[in-house]
């Protein structure tokens, strides 16, 4: 099969697409020819490398699949050859405390798909049963890759870890990324109101399309100064954080008392500078979160099949392209996602 292949870190160069075995599914497993992978942040980490992490070099990147089923072990319920499918990104036991209680990521045996095993950025992948949800049939290939990593991260953040409530003022550093447009869209459903940054006039005009209360372009405006503005000096309840050097302290600064800070990601930088007599005095929380529980995607996707959730794709590209789509993210070009066809 053809896939891209990283067997060194580095610059775009290090994505290869090479000729290797085709995937082969183990017991319990389901192979299924990818028909749409979507890029993400992940995936350039893993090119890039991170410092003081191992990735299992080489490996085929790729976290979010579509596809169709190509084959089963014998006597499975429920699915047959050629259904449509999204592949869940995450993987775990699915038999220990932590799994039972719907935190998969706490499994010890927890990894992803495109960081700690191969992943979709191919044309096979071998994935668990349970692994598998069914395409809605409203949605292409490329949106429904668009949906799992990023609805789900962006889900657990808001509604698992800070606990939105209804009327509540969140704030989303990056709204034009895909997993900030899947945080916008949920801040919504949960009744909340929405304060989303992104780094031009154009980017502006898009989130407000998304349905943003008010967009802030960040590079023309102090987004501490006209968040305060926008809540008479309040602060807003919640930060949805994923930017990390950039914006973390000044995320900080906007939290009205009792304010929740939520992170996944440090896509500007993992080293950040902390006034502990601001969280202190202001009985502030930071939580730490990622991905999230296969139930919790399973609820996702109800709301996708009733269009009350939708995936953002910012362009489609072949899957050839991957480099490009690399440089997009890279150049914070896109609003949305970017994905690859394959085949």
Known sequence: MKAVVIRA?????????LDVPDASPAAGEA??????????????WLRRGVPGHTFPLPLI?????AGVIEQLPAGTAGWKRGDEVIVAPGYSCGACGACASGDDPLCAHYGIFGETANGGCAE???VPLRNLLRKPPRLTFAEAAAIPLDMLTAWHMLVARARIRERETVLVQAGGSGVGSAAIQIARLRGATVYATAGSPEKVARLRELGVHEAIDYRATDFVAEVRRLTAKRGVDIVFEHVGG???????????RGGRLVTCGSTSGAEVKLNLRLIFFKLLSILGSTMGSLAELHEIMQHVEAGRLSPVIDRVLPFTSVAEGHRVLEAREAVGKVVLEVG
């Open 9 to 17: 870190h580095g610059g775009l160069e290090r994505l290869e697409i």
């Open 31 to 44: 192979l299924v020819r990818v028909r749409a992978v979507a890029l993400n942040h992940l995936d350039i």
């Open 61 to 65: 990147p790729g976290s979010e699949v």
């Open 124 to 126: 096979l992948i071998a």
């Open 246 to 256: 950039e914006t973390f302290e000044k995320s900080l600064r906007v939290l009205a």
